[in-house]
C-alpha cells in the first residue's frame, strides 16, 4: 500500500474538494517507460529484495519526478513474489554459533577476525563462505524475488492509479461507498475492518457509510484511515463503484471522490486482496469453521458451512451474518457469532435480529458475555432454542443441532 | 448522490451546542459502558448528564471520549446509572521481587498515589523506573496495560512482570503475538487496537518513555497522544528519564502533572554508576577524504546555487526547500544523493572499526554496547567483529535471547541502531561505544545512550566512548549531543579519562 508521502505532492484542494494528479499517459511515453520496468523487474527474478529495490530507484535518471517512480515502484513490488533465499532457516543457528565463537575468544585481535566463521564452519559442517553468506539470509531485504508481477504498463498505470486514490483514505474520517454489483466482496471487507458501518438499500443497489467510531475525539487526522483504505480491494469485485469521503486537513474539512470501473486486464482482484487473506475475522469464526470441517465428516448431514457476505435486511438496515449453513434438501440456517462485545452491542443486535423476523437465525454466543440484562434481552429476542452458548470454542456439533431444527428453505 | 439520511445526525454529532435537542432511547436501561473509545451513556436525557457528552447517531447513545470514563463514573454513584461491560481484571497476587526498594523509589510511588494515581515519575536510566512500575501495580492490585516505545522493550517487560506476578497473569500485544492477559504489555504503535477493543479491562495504563508523547512529536508518534484519549483506565503513570518540560501539555492533561523528579546529578554513586565519557577522533583514509570532499563539493555547489539557505528563515526550513527541489530537479536530486553517500562515508569509515577495536582490547573484561549510526554500520560492525546486531528488525525473542547472553557473559558486545538506545536493561553492559547517532547530534538521544550504562553493579565504571571522523560535519554533531553530557558528567560524578 502506498504512504501518505506518496500521494502528498499530487493532491490539491479546490474549493473544498480534493483533487489528485493521476498519472496519465498523455504524451504517449508513460506506458512505453512503465513496460520498461516490468520488464526490469523481471529480469530481476533470483536478486534480493534491496538490491530489486535500487535497480529501481536508479531509474530516477529517466524520469523527471522521483515521488512517482518512488510510488509506482512500491506498487508493482507489491505485486511481486519474494522468498527467503535456499538456507535462510539456518540464519539464527549461524549467528548463535559465529557469536559464542567470539564470545570464547574475547577481545578481537588484529588477524582473528574469520576465526568465529571458520569454527561455526566447523561445528555446523559447513564452508565459512556460506557461514557468511548465511548469517543474515533472513532479512527481510535478503529476501529474493521468485516471481515479478505479471504486468504490462498499461496494468501497472491502472494499478497505481487506484493506489493513490487508496492512499488519499488514509486521512480520511467518513466514507460513503455505493457500487453496483460485487456487494458480497465488499460487504466482506467492510466487516474485516472493524469500522462503524450503516448499511441502507439504495434503489437495487446499497450504500454504506463508514465511520471510525471514536473519530469525533481524537485529534491525530486518519486514526482509522488504514481501515478505510483496505476496504478498496473489495471494490474490484463491483462493475462500478463510487466513494465520497471527508478528510480532515490543516485547512479543514474536505471531500474527496472516486469513482471505479472494471478493467478486464486488472482482474478481479488489482491490489490485492484482504479478504483472500484474512478469511474470517475473529478466531472463534475460523474455529467454528475449522470444527466444521474436521469433525462433522464427509458427508456432514447434507449439510455445508459457508462464509455468508449477501446482507439480511433487519427492519430499515441491513445486516451480515457470518456464516450461512445449507442443506443439500435446499433448507438453510444463518448463522452470527456473538463474540468480545459489550452489552451496548447485544442489546443492539437483539433490536435487529427482533426486527428482522430471522427464524432462521442462530446466534452463537461467548458465555463470558452473559451478564446482565443485555443477554436476556438477547435471549429474549432470538430464543433460547436458537442460540448456542460456548465457553471456550464455538462447537459445530451443537451449531448443527440447532440447525436441524429451524432451517427453512 | 442522494441526500444522506445521516446528514442530520452527523450535524449534531459534530455540534455540542445542538445537543439538549436530543436523548437517547427511553426505552434503555440507564447505563454507563466503554465501546470501541467511546464512554457511552444510555437511557438518559441529555440535560441529566454531563455537558461535554455529545450524541452519536450511530449508537444511539450519549457519547464521550474514553479517557473520561473515571469521571463518567463517580457521575454514575449519584445519577443511578449503573455500568455495564467488562469489568477491569482484577491481580489477586502480591509483588514478588527479591529486590529491596530503595528510598526513592518508595517515595516515588507515595507521591503518585496521593496525585490520585495519575501522573509521571522522572528517574534517570538505570535508577529502577520498572520496579517503580510493578511497585505501583502492586498497591493497585488491578488489570493494567504497560505500553512501551520498542519490541525489545515489549520483552523485556515481560519479563519483569511475569517474574514478580507469575507469567500466567501477563500477556504481550504486538505483531503477531496478541494474548489479553490481567497485566499485558504493548508498543505505542500497537496500543490504539488493543485499547480500542479491551480497554476497560485494564484499570492503570503504565506509559514507558512518556517522552515520546512530547507536544512536538512527529509522525507517527502525534498520533500516540490518540491513544490517551480513548483509554478508559481511570489510573495512568509515566515514565522517563528525560521527560519534555515545556512539551507537556497533552501528558499533563492525559496522564497528569510531574510528581516525581530526580535527575542524574541529585542521585549518588550509591544510586547510579560512576561514569565517564571520552571522545575519540579518527582521520578518513585517504581515499575516504577524497571521496569525502568531492560529495561535499557536489551537495555544496548546488545548495550555493539553489540559493536555499538565503532565502530560508532558518536551517530546518532551508533543509525542506532543498528536499522539496529534489523531487521534481534532477540537479537536486543528485545533490541529496551525495548528502546522503557522504553521511555513509562517515558511518562506515574504516579508522571507527579499528578504533573500535582498539577500545574493545582496552576493556577486555567489559561487556559492551556500539551504538551505530544506521542500520549499514551496525551490519558492517556485526560482520567484521562477529558480534550481533540489534534493529528495529530483529525479532523480539531474539533480542531478548542476545541481551540475556550479553548479561551472562556468553556474548561480550552488540551492534545497535537505535533500538538500544532506550529502556533495556543489562547491567552487566558498562562500556558504550558511539559510532554515530541517527539524530545528527540530539543530546536526548546521547544521554539515553548514556543512562544504558549507569545501572548500578558493585563499583564498576561506565565508559562512553564516543569515535568522531575529524574534519567531517560530525563534529560538530558531536560537540551539539556532547553538551548534554557535559552538563551531566560537570555535575557531580563524572570525570575525565
Redesign the interface.
Known sequence: MLTRAHVA?FLRVERGIVRVSYLSDSEGRVVPFLDRLCRLVTHLEGWPRDAVIEALRRQ??RV????RLAGIAKALLDACDFAPPDGAEQA?AI?DA??????SR?????GD?RV??EIAAAERGSTTSDI?RL??AD??GARLLVRAARLDGKTLLARYNLELARAVLLDAE?V?I?ARGGWRAIFGAVKLARL?H?I?R?GRSYEI?L?G??S?????PG?YGIRFARIIPGLAHARSW?I?AELRRDEGPVTFRVRGRPRPSLGTAPIGSVAHRTTHDSAWERSLATDFRKRIGSDRGGWQLSRETTPVAAGEELFLPDFTLRHADGREALIELVG?W????L??KARKVAAAHLDHLILVVYRGLA????ADALTASVGADRMVWFTKHPRAADVLRVAEQCARR | MRPNPLAHAIIILNSPATRSIVSTSSQSPRSLSYRLGLAVVRGVDAADSPDWLVYDPRLDALVGPGHRMSELREWAVGADVSEHGGAPEELNVPLLDPRTPREYQREAVDRWLAAGRRGSIILPTGAGKTLVALMAIDELRTGACIVAPTRALVAQWFTQLADAFGVERVGAWYGDEKEVRPLTVTTYHSAFPLLERWGERFDLLVLDEAHHLADTSTGEARAWHDHLRIAPSSFRLGLTATYPDGQDSELRRLVGPVVYRRTIGEMTDVELARFATVKRYIRLSPDEEARYAALTETYERHVEEAGHRERAATAADAWRMFAASARRSPPARRALRAFHERERLVRLAAGKLAETERILRMHPAERAVIFCGGTDAAMAVSRALAIPMITATTPASERHALLRALDRGEIRAVASVRVLDEGWDVPAAKLGIVLGDSTRGSRRQHVQRLGRLLRKQGDAVASLYEIVAAGTYEFFAAQKRGAGVRRVSESQLGFGL
Request: zero cysteines.
Open positions: 505532492p530516477e535518471r523527471r519526478d522521483a515521488t539464527p549467528r559465529v557469536f559464542r565463537a567470539r564470545g574475547w577481545p578481537p585481535v588484529p577476525a568465529p566463521y557468511e548469517l543474515y532479512r527481510p467518513r460513503r455505493t462503524m450503516v441502507r439504495v457509510e465511520t467510531p471514536a469525533a475525539f481524537l485529534v491525530q486514526r463510487r465520497e468480545f459489550t452489552p451496548e452491542y442489546e443492539a451478564v446482565g440484562g443485555a
